[in-house]
């Protein structure tokens, strides 16, 4: 690892794109919570009772309902939280919100709204990650999902400072630790958590790619195939690394054929096999809590709401 800052990670120096296209919230099929109203009717059988039901919360709109990212959570909208962490960095210069444009422009921006400019949703992951790419001008551009609301400025800052000292990558990748997330977070619900070394991880949801990385994403169709596929497998990158190194180890790599290979090992092979720079980023487990479900989304405002 370098020893000094990049130049290109400077003060105020680093567009950032929001990928907030359009998914949905999995609602688990929950039955109704009944109960009697027994106070008016005490001297009949529970069976005759009239019942009340308590429906399961849904979002406010339709809109929501079709639109993760602009579900509210505590009075906001969820990408808010990202775009304001995002503002509120001291590294950050413009910051693009590639996702449905006309319900986007509705929200209400409460910090950081001179940062933000919002760029049309193109249909796939891949055409949004390119298409907010190119919109942005900074060498290094920093990509974050839309569903991570736990996301401060400092982690920003923190997954930002680590990618400085690291000068010659293509893709750096934030990831998390298990015993950080169950000592921080413990009764939220997280993924597979994959070893690599005597460590135990689980990768978040911003990472950073080199501009003439992104431009040969951009020229490369054949490329952009396999982007897609690992973007669909992202619940797994870790174990795709692991596996990927195991299977070109060298002689001098025999040592790991038994177990997993550490993330500096799996980054060097990865470099000789395929000529890019991927750098593992250790980060705050809030780079990584995303939310899928109801059952999230309600955990997630619970710690929001402490909070």
Not at 53 to 70: M, R, S, V
Not at 264 to 276: D, Q
């Given at each position: 690892m370098n020893k000094n800052n990049n130049p290109n990670f400077a003060e105020n120096s680093i567009d950032a794109v929001v990928l907030a296209g359009k998914s949905k919230l999995t609602f688990q099929s929950?039955?109704?919570?009944?109960?009697?109203?027994?106070?008016?009717?005490?001297?009949?059988?529970?069976?005759?009772?009239?019942?009340?039901?308590?429906?399961?919360?849904?979002?406010?709109?339709?809109?929501?309902?079709?639109?993760?990212?602009?579900?509210?959570?505590?009075?906001?909208?969820m990408v808010n939280y990202v775009m304001e962490a995002l503002a509120e960095s001291s590294y950050t210069k413009n910051i693009y919100v590639v996702g449905e444009e006309d319900l986007l422009n509705k929200i209400d921006i409460q910090r950081g709204k001179e940062k933000i400019k919002f760029v049309d949703d193109k249909g796939s992951f891949v055409d949004n990650l390119v298409e907010g790419g190119n919109a942005s001008q900074s060498n290094k551009i920093l990509f974050s999902t839309s569903d991570i609301p736990?996301?401060?400025?400092?982690?920003?800052?923190?997954?930002?400072?680590?990618?400085?000292?690291?000068?010659?990558?293509?893709?750096?990748?934030?990831?998390?630790?298990?015993?950080?997330?169950?000592?921080?977070?413990?009764?939220?619900?997280?993924?597979?958590?994959?070893?690599?070394?005597?460590?135990?991880?689980?990768?978040?949801?911003?990472?950073?790619?080199?501009?003439?990385?992104?431009?040969?994403?951009?020229?490369n169709k054949e490329f952009q195939k396999i982007i897609s596929y690992l973007y669909d497998q992202r619940k797994y990158a870790w174990k795709l690394l692991a596996t990927l190194a195991k299977c070109h180890l060298s002689g001098l790599a025999l040592k790991y054929i038994?177990?997993?290979?550490?993330?500096?090992?799996?980054?060097?092979?990865?470099?000789?096999?395929?000529?890019?720079?991927?750098?593992?980023?250790?980060s705050s487990t809030r780079t990584g809590i995303d939310i899928d479900s109801s059952e999230e989304l309600q955990k997630i405002e619970e710690i929001i709401k402490k909070s």
């Open positions: 929950l039955l109704p919570i009944t109960y009697p109203s027994s106070y008016f009717y005490s001297s009949h059988p529970y069976a005759f009772y009239p019942t009340e039901i308590i429906n399961q919360q849904q979002p406010e709109t339709k809109a929501e309902f079709d639109y993760k990212a602009i579900i509210k959570i505590d009075g906001k909208p736990l996301i401060k400025k400092e982690h920003i800052n923190n997954f930002i400072e680590k990618c400085s000292y690291r000068r010659d990558g293509d893709f750096y990748l934030a990831y998390y630790l298990k015993e950080d997330y169950e000592k921080n977070f413990p009764g939220v619900k997280s993924g597979k958590f994959y070893q690599l070394g005597d460590k135990f991880v689980k990768n978040g949801c911003i990472f950073m790619l080199d501009r003439d990385f992104l431009d040969d994403i951009n020229k038994f177990k997993k290979p550490p993330i500096e090992e799996a980054e060097r092979i990865l470099y000789e096999k395929i000529g890019f720079h991927f750098y593992g980023i250790e």
